[in-house]
């Protein structure tokens, strides 16, 4: 089948969303399938208010509708609601090609979060630009839920979960030498992921612990962040490798975020065998549930302290659970076949 994945976000950007969409074309390629990706890098482009690494493309209608001529796909996925998932949603409904939609990040909560837009007035606009998809698709039960409660229907929201890399991801011994960084006192307490204002990170940095902080990762409040936290180490953005000796040299992953869908970063430290530590939010809730490899908490101090108890085993032998070739076939039959 030729599958066509039309995305506002792609590399260089460092997030879940190039990721998963990463993982899903290598795993289609590798089901046989012919995998073209329609993204930013192929147009002009001007960087996001408020958040410069993401690109927003410009005069992309008529080239959005060669491109998905000249390819002719079997399925078309429009993975983001930017100027590019606006273009391909417009020819398809012009064309009346069918079409899916994913709903990866939460897109209103966001917005609030910058310029205090009411979270109606974005959930209206959702609703209008998933509406015609055949399916939508959301990365957990709590974020189908949520949808369903601003009037999405329900027969077209499905769940496509997320996997993690056991390959890069493992409980290795933690090797100093290999670590982009070594702890001068224990224990060391570990976010990964984008420095972002909806990542809530003041909620961990401001915490009284023992040891060490450390933060992996790039974003528009970085340079904030290392002006009030002198005594946190910042690592900047790094390879999975590198990464992946990072979540093994600490003692506990903490996540403050409220507002993520699903949070890969946690699958990859526990596949790494460190426990989680973090607030109560839908992700946590719904990636963590009842598996003993974390801690969920208002208190998050308190649970960072606790998760200090946990046995590496726990959150290694949970993380293995989640296959990207599992998910992958999801979203496979999720898609909805173009006829000729």
């Known amino acids: ?31 046989g399938h012919t995998v073209a990706v329609i993204h930013p890098g192929l147009f002009r482009s001007i960087p996001c208010p408020t958040y410069p690494e993401i690109r927003l493309s ?35 409904l012009r064309t009346g090609m069918p079409f899916t939609t994913a709903y990866h990040t939460r897109f209103p909560e966001y917005i609030q979060a ?38 999405f229907d329900p027969a077209r929201v499905i769940v496509w979960s997320r996997g993690v ?23 060391v307490f570990l976010y990964a992921g984008r420095t972002a204002v909806e990542k809530n990170l003041d909620a961990f940095l401001s915490l009284s612990l023992p040891g060490e902080k450390w933060v992996v990762g790039d974003g528009p409040v970085l340079a904030s962040l290392k002006a009030r936290y002198p005594d946190v180490r910042f690592l900047g ?60 908490g208002a208190d998050l101090q308190a649970a960072c302290l606790q998760a200090l108890e946990i046995d590496r085993s726990i959150p290694a032998a949970y993380a293995c659970g989640f296959s990207w070739k599992q998910t992958t076939r999801v979203f496979f039959e999720a898609l909805q076949p173009i006829e000729a």
């Open 114 to 151: 910058r310029i205090r837009l009411p979270l109606a007035l974005t959930y209206r606009w959702l609703r209008w630009f998933h509406g015609p998809a055949a399916h939508t698709m959301v990365p957990t039960h709590s974020v189908r839920a949520d949808l369903l409660t601003h009037g």
């Open 165 to 187: 890399d056991l390959d890069t991801f493992r409980p290795d011994p933690a090797d100093p030498e290999a670590c982009p960084a070594q702890p001068a006192t224990r224990p």
């Open 237 to 296: 953005a790094l390879p999975h490798t590198e990464l992946a000796h990072c979540y093994r040299m600490a003692n506990v992953f903490v996540f403050p975020s409220l507002t993520d869908t699903f949070g890969l970063v946690l699958l990859e430290a526990m596949a790494c065998g460190c426990p989680v530590a973090a607030l109560p939010a839908s992700a946590t809730l719904d990636v963590l549930g009842d598996s003993g490899a974390g801690v969920i």
């Open 1 to 31: 089948m030729k599958i066509l994945l039309v995305t506002d976000a792609w590399t260089p950007q460092i997030n879940g969303v190039v990721f998963t969409l990463q993982q899903t074309r290598r795993i289609l390629t590798d089901m």
């Open 58 to 92: 410009l005069g992309a209608g008529r080239r959005v509708a060669e491109l998905i001529r000249n390819f002719a796909p079997d399925a078309l996925h429009i993975a983001t609601e930017g100027p590019l998932g606006m273009a391909a949603r417009r020819h398809a």
